[in-house]
């Protein structure tokens, strides 16, 4: 299993980054996905999660209304597009799975907001 994160950056309070994650290694297509993140001295969060199929997803109180998870099965690709970026929301951002009871990461990107 291979999960790689792309995206990350310095934005301005109120800008916007789309984060992506390519995936190999696993049947993508069968698997909900969620990207965490982690910030200095805190522990990582679950920022959003999506199901399979796309049908269904779910945020995190703290990026409702701003961050939105989505995916394309025929490219084994997850996306996090955040809007309105907040310097609160400064972490490494990470994708993961979960494979057969095995928990899986990326190596993570960071984003950084701050004017």
């Known amino acids: 299993v291979q999960l790689v994160e792309s995206g990350g950056g310095l934005v301005q309070p109120g800008g916007s980054l789309r984060l992506s994650c390519a995936a190999s290694g696993f049947t993508f297509s069968r698997s909900a996905m969620s990207w965490y993140r982690q910030a200095p001295g805190k522990e990582r969060e679950l920022v959003a999660i999506i199901t399979s199929a796309g049908g269904s997803t779910n945020y995190a109180d703290s990026v409702k209304g701003r961050f939105t998870i989505s995916r394309d099965n025929a490219k084994n690709m997850v996306y996090l597009q955040m809007n309105s970026l907040k310097p609160e929301d400064t972490a490494v951002y990470y994708c993961?799975?979960?494979?057969?009871?095995?928990?899986?990461w990326g190596q993570g990107t960071q984003v950084t907001v701050s004017s």
């Open positions: 993961y799975v979960r494979w057969y009871l095995n928990d899986y």
